[in-house]
DNA sequence: TTGTAGGCGTTATCAC
DNA sequence: GTGATAACGCCTACAA
């Protein structure tokens, strides 16, 4: 109607003219402010409707000088424990009021040098580092970072939430040796969260002054861990019980038991990691621990949220301890054995 | 050194300053202009180096007008396709120079009405609608929009890409047949992707003159589809063959196979859909359908582009034929059964 | 090749 | 409560 302006997007310009009030005025219902009178902001909220107004993000940012925004920098958005992470995350930024932006290491790596890289560039607020971080990402001034999980090396200054893996690789470890099995060994594969539940692994079997016995895979593969597996079998044929340092690397330990005529739990107990939805299926009932990966978010978003307030409390660390879940995959060696 | 704001990120003033050039001639080194003098040029980068700036994206698009950025709204960043698909587009679309920002209907709900508002508000040069479209996200305007999947509605002039379920469907079905199979099952979840495979298999059912069964879950889990086989072979006792709508649903019909007394594919045979990491692991070998997701994602990117240069062309539909998958959990009753 | 000036659409700071 | 007006940091003619 009053539009004069073939095909631009409203402004708030053409909002107020259409309102018949001043631009601030729009700004401020924009804002919800509660100094503007009812009948104005109703006039100011049809016009918007009525010229399909959306307010630009980037001016009012610029303006505004805030973003309200955090990043999230992700290994690879495929990993079954980001999914929680994000979940976890999601609820308590959220909740703070801020936006989630999530960049994976690949993603858009022909337009920024690197993840971060972006997430300074649009000004976002906070960020949450949930990768090993490459040597460029070390140097970050003025925004507050958390890192999640356990990394080779942490960016000066952030803080940290973490699943605690170690005390999971022994939960999962110690459950084996309670029930009975002392030839027990560890299919592992590659990543920081491997190396700490190998450890984990490590200290309950120098614990119980049984020899660890580890077959690494070097890839994160369900085919990598069958094969590790076949070979570790045929290499340690009195093995009674392995422990997978994920439920997928349990998948395909469980395919080589059966591959090599074993029956799970009767010949073998297995034990895997995540506590993920293949765990649960009816097909494997698989033991597992469960990482709680959402409480890490969660653990992580409040920090984040935390240190926004107050940019001096030193940095801290939050540990989130796993739980075992127990199913079908492990059982005793005594009763099942005879 | 010649910074005088202790705080503040430095902007393009602090660093024509540093560099002693104009602000113009840093904005230009910024965009890789080539009418730079290689002098300039490098001084320009050092002291982009020396003082840790960072381009203010929002101040880029405010005055440039361009974002050079897409959206993707997907139902739940946690399906299995939507990871193919995200695939595709990013490889596509960052090809053509547009990065990605992906929202899940459920994120950021609220601090925006939806994630097209979203991305409108962020200025979005395309969007990409990888889930049902709600009511409120039919009237979008100025920005092209291409649809991903079959849905039950359409976005006015979107174009569209997808999978060929229909066609998937009575591709899985026709393999059954064709192996001699006569009391085929069909094990479906919810979703219009299930509705289509559905559609597919009775197509082929009814070309085969054969009496269509489906089993419906009313949720998309693992559980539902093992309690609605486990009905379903109970009720159907001479059944020779499932066909369950997607692999996870599948694990669940090949766990109540197993708890029926049944082996696989000597008694049963079984197909799913997807062709997920699941289907192809050593313990299940599962015979599965390739929707090609990757393809229906590079296909909606290259739409995008395509109408991002020429807002004209009549709106398009992009079908993506699927590929059977063959592996171990299918066989022919006459061979098996004798 | 380099510099100048105006504007992009908001928010914020004032007066009224 | 409401309305001017000055930033915010960058891009883009245009001029030199």
Redesign the interface.
């Known amino acids: 109607m009053t539009s004069l302006r073939p095909?631009r997007?409203p402004t708030i310009y053409d909002v107020a003219e259409h309102a018949r009030v001043s631009k601030s005025l729009v700004s401020l219902v924009l804002q919800g402010s509660p100094k503007v009178s009812e009948t104005r902001r109703l006039a100011v909220l049809e016009s918007i409707e009525t010229l399909?107004y959306?307010?630009?993000?980037?001016?009012a940012?610029?303006a505004g000088n805030r973003?309200?925004t955090v990043g999230v920098v992700v290994e690879d958005?495929?990993n079954v424990w980001f999914?929680d992470l994000?979940d976890g995350l999601?609820e308590s930024l959220?909740e703070a009021?801020y936006?989630?932006?999530?960049s994976d290491l690949?993603?858009?790596?022909?337009?920024?040098k690197n993840p971060l890289?972006?997430f300074?560039?649009?000004?976002a607020e906070g960020i949450v580092v949930a990768t090993d971080p490459t040597a460029d990402m070390m140097?970050v001034?003025?925004v507050p970072v958390v890192m999640v999980g356990t990394h080779t090396r942490r960016i000066p200054g952030s803080d940290v939430a973490a699943n605690n893996d170690r005390a999971g690789g022994r939960l999962a470890t110690r459950h084996l040796l309670d029930l009975g099995h002392r030839h027990i060994g560890h299919i592992t594969t590659t990543g920081g969260a491997a190396i700490d539940r190998e450890a984990g692994y490590d200290d309950a079997m120098t614990a119980a002054r049984l020899p660890a016995q580890t077959a690494a895979t070097d890839v994160p593969t369900?085919?990598a861990a069958?094969h590790a597996t076949r070979a570790y079998l045929a290499a340690h044929p009195d093995t009674t019980a392995l422990f997978a340092s994920n439920d997928?690397a349990a998948?395909?330990v469980?395919?080589?038991a059966?591959?090599a005529g074993l029956r799970v739990p009767a010949d073998l107990s297995v034990i895997g990691y995540d506590n993920s939805?293949?765990a649960?299926?009816?097909?494997l009932q698989l033991t597992t621990v469960d990482a709680r990966s959402i409480d890490v978010g969660r653990a992580a978003g409040l920090s984040l949220v935390d240190r926004l307030h107050d940019a001096e409390r030193p940095p801290g660390v939050a540990l989130v301890e796993p739980r075992l879940v127990l199913r079908k995959t492990t059982a005793s060696l005594h009763v099942r054995r005879g």
Chains 1, 2 share one sequence.
């Open positions: 095909d997007q399909g959306r307010r630009s993000s980037a001016a940012a610029l973003t309200r958005y495929r999914t994000l999601q959220n009021g936006r989630i932006a999530v690949q993603q858009n790596s022909r337009l920024d890289d972006g300074l560039s649009m000004r140097n001034h003025d369900e085919d069958y997928t998948l395909g469980l395919a080589a059966r591959d939805s293949l649960a299926s009816h097909l």
